[in-house]
């Protein structure tokens, strides 16, 4: 069966220090990959998106970006994090466009 | 714009009641509508809706589509305390990404 991890779990990091959170799937191939970033009462917001190793698209401008290095890994990073970027970060899997997507734990993210 | 608006925003309930929650669509291309339960962490995948009419169920819970009054409802019935969770719906259009844009949520608490 498929698994999909996240970490770290929660981090607390200041303002203008550099992010990375990492998202892992086991169990399948060529998997498309998201990454969504969901505010205190809010609904997910599409971050980036990939469809292959290498291959990222980004939704929203800001002052993250995304890498995929091998198939199965996605990572989201930043080398200086804003307060904005304060909330929960969920990676998701699914088998193509077609199908559903299924979450990660998350990391809950804190800029101080 | 697309949009996603999910109606109550928030419901308390008593055990054993039934509820109806709302989702209602405003997109371009539309290919199908995605409900998923929320409660601390990953949101967990219910139901995926593409054709008008035809209902889908799990349990207690049970969603319908329609397509030409742009809107879909999950119901749950016998509504347990375990039932409290955010109720997240996503719409998909066509294309090869996949990408879900997500309405901003029904809380629902479950009183016992």
């Known amino acids: 069966s498929q698994t999909i991890h996240q970490w770290p779990a929660t981090l607390v990091q200041p303002v203008g220090s550099p992010l990375s959170l990492e998202c892992t799937v086991e169990?399948?191939?060529?998997?498309?990959l998201y990454w969504y970033r969901q505010a205190a009462g809010r609904g997910l917001q599409l971050l980036f998106y990939?469809?292959?190793?290498?291959?990222i698209s980004s939704e929203v401008p800001q002052n993250l970006s995304a890498s995929r290095p091998q198939d199965r890994q996605f990572i989201l990073s930043s080398k200086k994090l804003l307060l904005s970027d304060s909330g929960f970060y969920l990676c998701?899997?699914?088998?193509?466009?077609?199908?559903?997507?299924?979450f990660g734990p998350g990391t809950r993210l804190t800029v101080t | 714009e697309d949009k996603v608006v999910q109606s109550p925003l928030s419901l308390v309930v008593h055990e054993g009641d039934t509820v109806t929650l709302n989702c209602s669509y405003e997109?371009?291309?539309?290919?199908?509508l995605l409900w998923y339960k929320q409660e601390k962490k990953a949101p967990t995948f219910l139901f995926m809706l593409?054709?008008?009419?035809i209902e889908k169920k799990s349990g207690r819970l049970s969603s319908i589509l329609d397509k030409k009054e742009l809107f879909s409802i999950l119901n749950i019935t016998a509504t347990q305390t375990g039932d409290s969770a955010v109720y997240l719906c996503?719409?998909?259009?066509?294309?090869?990404?996949?990408?879900?844009?997500f309405g901003q949520g029904t809380t629902l608490q479950v009183k016992p």
């Open positions: 990939s469809v292959g190793i290498g291959q």
């Open positions: 997109v371009t291309n539309f290919r199908s």
């Open positions: 998701a899997w699914s088998v193509d466009s077609n199908y559903e997507q299924y």
């Open positions: 593409t054709s008008s009419g």
């Open positions: 996503a719409v998909r259009r066509s294309g090869n990404t996949g990408k879900l844009i």
């Open positions: 169990g399948t191939s060529n998997p498309n």
